[in-house]
């Protein structure tokens, strides 16, 4: 609702006076569903109250982090010890230490970590290291999957097949980009004619295991089985970017999951990010010891950070973690996430409107689509005014949901039955208009 006293309104003008778009990641923005940003003034659990003081069941979590819910006592109470003990050193701290064995446990595929304090850091430090200890150029990365804006990861498809990638920002020369092959996802025999043709030269294949950044579509299992041995065969490491669905869809994280489907399946590198630093700035990369020698000081790869392994980020982290590997704690995230899509899904063939859906751990997706995608080109198959529909009749019934229909979706351990039988509800109401339009 846009009126003289709306304060998310009255905020957004002021915004978009000082900050470019009025937000300082623009999927906030709600340029892909119209309308009025909302400004959040606090959360609770499974809720955010926006600036004019409206409650909204949160199905993004900060886009990942926050599987507690907001304000889970047991973290706050962590986050307050150390911020008197100190906000930031440049030095380092057991904290940091104990937040990366906790982590090496968890994650067996990795023998060493580095903490630094965003995704998009991580997976441009990962490709570095990766180019630094192969001593190759080329990476791989799939259309559709997003690893951060580090200029060599803003690529597109090319026109051909296995042709390299163009820049999808402004400000990235070609050159920057001329080393990136962007492949389609789920696609065996073009990544096996890639390998075939540019095999020698690759240094990393870079994939999200489950992409939450077209929405929600699974590598299939023979898929990431493909990657895995062309990236033994050819001397590429294969890198799981889990920034999103590390500790978010198993405690062993997504390469838990395809380790039950493909015997000994492990990637070479992984990157963390999202839940790690429990809403804090936090992430994370790491890998074998042969690999990870090659960072500076030990070895020739230059990475560094202020701010990396920063106190309080790191007491936040822990404490999530700590929590998160409770017994039982995936068991029920996972319930209540799928009660939630089967809700979803019951509703809407209730009235007759194309959608399916599918969750993995705390993670989830929905299309209005009557068939799960395999790749981004069949992700954007999905209408844009139907989804923004469902989008702004969620929104004005107190749901919110992500403000763009490539995004992931996540549940906490905070929402309630009663909360996802609320939404179910909301949802209801909104096929029903649906399905008349
Ligand atoms: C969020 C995300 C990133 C980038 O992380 P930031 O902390 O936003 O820089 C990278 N990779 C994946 C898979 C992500 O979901």
């Known amino acids: 609702m846009t009126t003289a006293t709306d304060k998310n309104q009255q905020l957004f003008e002021r915004a978009l006076k000082v900050i470019p778009g009025g937000v300082n990641s623009p999927v906030r923005a709600f340029k892909a569903v119209g309308g009025t940003p909302r400004f959040v003034q606090r959360a609770q659990g499974a809720y955010f109250w926006d600036a004019n003081g409206q409650r909204y069941t949160d199905y993004i979590g900060s886009w990942g982090p926050m599987i507690l819910g907001h304000g889970h006592p047991a973290v706050v109470d962590a986050v307050q010890k150390a911020l008197l003990e100190g906000f930031s050193f440049g030095a380092p701290t057991e904290r940091e230490v104990e937040l990366a064995e906790e982590i090496l446990s968890l994650v067996p595929s990795m023998e060493m970590l580095r903490l630094v304090s965003s995704g998009t850091e991580a997976a441009m430090s990962t490709i570095r290291l990766a180019r630094g200890a192969t001593g190759r150029n080329k990476i791989i990365k799939f259309e559709g999957c997003y690893h951060g804006h580090a200029d060599a990861l803003l690529v597109k498809a090319g026109s051909g097949l296995a042709t390299f990638g163009s820049a999808t920002s402004a400000g990235v020369p070609p050159e920057v980009v001329q080393h990136t092959l962007v492949l389609e996802y789920n696609h065996i025999a073009q990544l096996e ?69 493909i015997p000994g ?76 899509v089967s809700g979803l899904q019951a509703a809407a063939d209730a009235e007759g409107v194309a959608f399916c859906s599918d969750s993995e751990g705390g993670m989830f997706g929905f299309f209005l689509l009557d068939q799960l995608p395999q790749n981004y080109p069949q992700v954007m198959k999905t209408s844009s005014p139907r989804f923004n ?6 929104l004005d019934r107190g749901v919110y949901i992500a403000p763009a229909l490539y995004e992931a979706g996540f549940v906490s351990s905070a929402h309630t039955a009663e909360d996802i039988a609320a939404t179910i509800e909301a949802a209801r109401a909104v096929f029903k208009e649906l399905s008349k339009a």
């Open 389 to 394: 529909q469902l989008f702004h009749g969620l």
């Open 265 to 340: 399946f492990a990637p070479d590198m992984t990157v963390l990010g999202k839940v790690i630093g429990g809403g804090m700035p936090l992430a994370a990369f790491g890998g074998s010891r042969a690999v990870m020698e090659h960072l500076a000081p030990m070895g020739a790869v230059y990475q560094a950070g202020t701010l990396s392994g920063n106190p309080v980020a790191t007491a936040c982290g822990l404490a999530t973690l700590r929590e998160i590997r409770k017994p039982g704690f995936y068991e029920a995230l996972a319930q209540s996430t799928q009660s939630l």
């Open 193 to 261: 004619e890639a390998f075939a043709l540019h095999g020698k030269d690759i240094a990393c294949l870079m994939i999200e295991p489950i992409a939450g950044n077209m929405n929600f579509v699974r590598a299939s299992v023979p898929f990431m089985q493909r990657c895995r041995e062309l990236c033994t065969q050819y001397g590429a490491l294969l890198v799981l970017d889990e920034v999103m669905t590390g500790f978010r869809v198993a405690l062993g994280s997504a390469q838990s999951v395809y380790a039950k489907a």
